[in-house]
T-cell receptor, first 112, second 112 residues
Framework: DAMVIQNPRYQVTQFGKPVTLSCSQTLNHNVMYWYQQKSSQAPKLLFHYYDKDFNNEADTPDNFQSRRPNTSFCFLDIRSPGLGDAAMYLC???????????FGPGTRLLVL | SQQGEEDPQALSIQEGENATMNCSYKTSINNLQWYRQNSGRGLVHLILIRSNEREKHSGRLRVTLDTSKKSSSLLITASRAADTASYFCATERNFGNEKLTFGTGTRLTIIP
């Protein structure tokens, strides 16, 4: 089945220790998104890729970076995680001109 | 911020009853979508309604859109325990904009 996969499902890191979250998709969609969702809040868009074009949200901290080496994979790098970065990180995809987004199961990040 | 507001924040009903959730947004839109999120999981797309549509049905779901009031409602009929989840509205501002802005969500609990 075509899907969006996120690994790992749970990630524990130490304060200030860089961490990378990964997302892969078998939908062959052009657009990939990274959202941050804190408890009982709406998903907040961090950035998205339209093909290889990177689109950062104005209020996304510099601490968050992303890489998309090919159509299928996208990575979220947190350079120096703080306690406030503990959250669920959701990856999503959509097709060109498509409106519906397809979400992965999320990675829950815990910062100690 | 264009973030939508959802009402109520939480709703508990008996199994078999109907559940209604409301969403308001601030700017003109191309479409409005509803997503479901089970606890600790990713979001699942439920239904999309375009700005020139007023009502749409999908199975036990009915969505209405009033662009003059910048509001939408989601009705789930004959609720089931499996409907317990958080429900988010999301708006796409412009066609091809590729970005969704999510509302604050309604936490629905179905009591068996």
């Amino acid at each position: 089945d075509a899907m969006v996969i996120q690994n790992p499902r749970y990630q524990v890191t130490q304060f200030g220790k860089p961490v990378t979250l990964s997302c892969s998709q078998t939908l062959n969609h052009n657009v990939m998104y990274w959202y941050q969702q804190k408890s009982s809040q709406a998903p907040k868009l961090l950035f998205h890729y339209y093909d290889k074009d990177f689109n950062n949200e104005a209020d996304t901290p510099d601490n968050f970076q992303s890489r998309r080496p090919n159509t299928s994979f996208c990575f979220l790098d947190i350079r120096s995680p703080g306690l406030g970065d503990a959250a669920m990180y959701l990856c999503a995809t959509s097709s060109t001109g498509g409106e519906t987004q397809y979400f992965g199961p999320g990675t829950r990040l815990l910062v100690l | 911020s264009q973030q939508g507001e959802e009402d109520p924040q939480a709703l508990s009903i008996q199994e078999g009853e109907n559940a209604t959730m409301n969403c308001s947004y601030k700017t003109s839109i191309n479409n409005l979508q509803w997503y479901r999120q089970n606890s600790g999981r990713g979001l699942v797309h439920l239904i999309l309604i375009r700005s020139n549509e007023r009502e749409k049905h999908s199975g036990r779901l009915r969505v209405t859109l009033d662009t003059s009031k910048k509001s939408s409602s989601l009705l789930i009929t004959a609720s089931r325990a499996a409907d317990t989840a958080s429900y988010f509205c999301a708006t796409e501002r412009n066609f091809g904009n590729e970005k969704l802005t999510f509302g604050t969500g309604t936490r629905l609990t179905i009591i068996p």
